[in-house]
């Protein structure tokens, strides 16, 4: 950084847009502890990521929409990923932040898109950490029933189910509380707030075990599988987005969902040894190592199991239980339970830090941007995800808005893709440690990269079943999704106008008298 540039002051971006030289000083006076390696980013992104996606959504997404072809489906939101992965090596690689999406949005469109990304980015990872302390919650209680604990059902998963009442009555709701969910959630925040570098290592050994229970999977269940479980490789459709061409791309939208870890990795930017270099290793990393575990896997399983019978929410139980080999039932539980908190450690990492880079913004209140004195991290805003997280999980059903999040989740990804078009128009002069592939072409003195283009497009792709299955909710008579969508950037609407837009550090300063 120029040795010029003394404070963000001197350096006022258009309007509430921020610029280059601003967000690289911030960078450099955020208080943060630099230790991550290039190899702690990469299995910060598998451990992001592998976890609910192959151990739930492989078996709904294959029994629901796709059957075999499923396979096909994890090609189409990896590459999707991959597109948008690449975009983020070059802006993390010239824009090391913590801020993720959210701080690539101040810098191509301003103030007012980059605080719409950063509250969509707040909900993706919390209703993601809420899905997967649920599911971690789920092969919890099933790997207490295999050493003959069992707990009462309503300490086990969060219902809220309707009990009609006679005639003229109030319907009475029958409300459960997930405590290993919960208690989950806030044994992971109070590793968060012990330090990154510890997580790291802890998570690594997590990464290493649960990644070794799949390779075992794999190499016992090669010899269990029925190739005539893998036809037909595409089901004929059966309407809708059931089978066929269209159950593919519904399925894809599904498993994207599941591929949302790797970006934790770009929120790391600002505790990396090395990131212009290590950030976008880690990225694209941890994303084809996880799309390769995640192809693999689900080959074995649709080959020991039929497509049909997998709409369960432990299909590798399933699996295991036909190749009868109780012990790697037991092994499959373990890795399930131990591997999805090391999905949780690292959403809720993400989501802390983009809670930090908010608050240091003025979008909301400085407190959730307080740095501990001696573990170097912003414990509060920590502590407060913590708890939010843990009671959402103990108390509300998630599934209802996961497709939502996967919404949200696209357009984030889209706003990285367009950054890097926007970024190299009106930055050519700065230095790209690493640059998208494929080139671009310039139509009116306008370059537009190959690569982020294809990442749009794919965004969209992703969109379109979820966009169609949310209007069929709807006419259906159930709006309850597009009502918490809605609400929700509602209250983001009245947060910025009320509060962020007063607070900001970007806004204009009263003139002197």
């Known amino acids: 950084m120029p040795a010029s540039i003394q404070s963000p002051s001197d350096l006022p971006g258009p309007g509430r847009r921020k610029t280059l030289e601003q967000v690289l000083f911030e ?22 990521t592998i976890g609910a996606g192959i151990y739930v ?8 929409y796709a059957g075999p072809s499923v396979l096909i489906s994890f090609v189409i939101a990896a590459l999707a990923c991959l597109f948008t992965a690449f975009s983020y090596g070059e802006l993390s690689s010239t824009l090391p932040v913590s801020g993720s999406a959210y701080s690539y949005a101040y810098i191509s469109m301003g103030e007012k898109a980059a605080w719409m990304v950063g509250w969509l980015l707040l909900l993706e990872y919390g209703i993601s950490c809420s899905a997967v302390a649920a599911g971690l919650s789920g092969y919890a209680s099933s790997l207490l029933g295999v050493t003959g604990f069992h707990m ?29 969910g919960f208690t989950a959630t806030l044994l992971v925040t109070a590793l968060l707030v012990r330090g990154v570098e510890e997580s790291a290592r802890i998570n690594t050994m997590i990464v290493a075990l649960k990644v070794g229970v799949l390779f075992v999977f794999v190499a016992l269940g090669i010899g269990a599988v029925n190739p005539a479980n893998w036809h037909p490789f595409i089901p004929a459709s059966e309407g809708g987005f059931h089978y066929g061409v269209r159950g593919i791309f ?66 590798l139980a399933i ?18 339970t131990i591997g999805l908190c090391s999905v949780l450690m690292g959403l809720m990492y993400a989501q802390s830090r983009v809670l930090l880079t908010i608050s240091r913004d003025g979008l909301i209140p400085q407190i959730f941007s307080v740095i501990h004195p001696k573990f170097r991290t912003p414990w509060i805003g920590t502590i407060v995800l913590g708890l939010v997280v843990a009671l ?8 209802i808005i996961s497709d939502l999040v996967s919404i949200g989740t696209a357009a984030a990804f889209g706003i990285v893709c367009f950054t890097v078009i926007w ?18 072409i310039r139509i009116r003195g306008i370059w537009i990269g190959t690569t982020p283009a294809l990442g749009i497009l794919f965004c969209l792709v992703m969109t379109i079943p979820l966009v169609s299955d949310m209007v069929h ?22 947060t910025y106008v009320f509060y962020g837009r007063r607070h900001s550090k970007m806004r204009p300063e009263p003139p002197s008298v």
């Open 27 to 48: 960078n450099d006076t955020n208080g943060l502890k630099r230790s991550l390696t290039a190899t702690q980013l990469i299995i910060l992104g598998v451990g992001s």
């Open 57 to 64: 959504m492989t078996g709904t997404a294959a029994a629901e």
């Open 152 to 180: 009462p059902s309503a300490l086990t998963h969060a219902t809220l189910q309707p009990v009609p009442g006679t005639a003229g009555s109030q319907i009475s709701a029958d409300w459960r509380f997930d405590l290993i």
């Open 250 to 315: 519904r399925a894809a939208s599904v498993i994207f969902f599941a591929y949302v870890g790797f970006e934790a990795v770009s929120t790391a930017s600002a505790e990396a040894r090395n990131p212009t270099r290590d950030v976008p290793i880690g990225i694209i990393g941890s994303l084809l190592i996880c799309t390769i575990v995640y192809m693999i896997v689900a080959t074995v399983l649709l080959g020991i199991v039929p497509y049909r019978e997998l709409d369960v929410p432990d299909p």
């Open 319 to 336: 699996a295991v239980k036909i190749m009868h080999t109780p012990w790697l039932s037991l092994l499959v539980n373990i890795g399930a």
């Open 392 to 399: 959402i999980t103990a108390t509300l059903p998630i599934d």
């Open 423 to 440: 970024q190299r128009n009106t930055r050519p002069d700065i230095v790209r440690p690493f640059s998208v592939p494929l080139g671009g």
């Open 473 to 494: 909710a709807v006419t259906s008579g159930n709006p309850v999704p597009l009502i918490l969508l809605v609400t929700y950037l509602a209250l983001g609407i009245a």
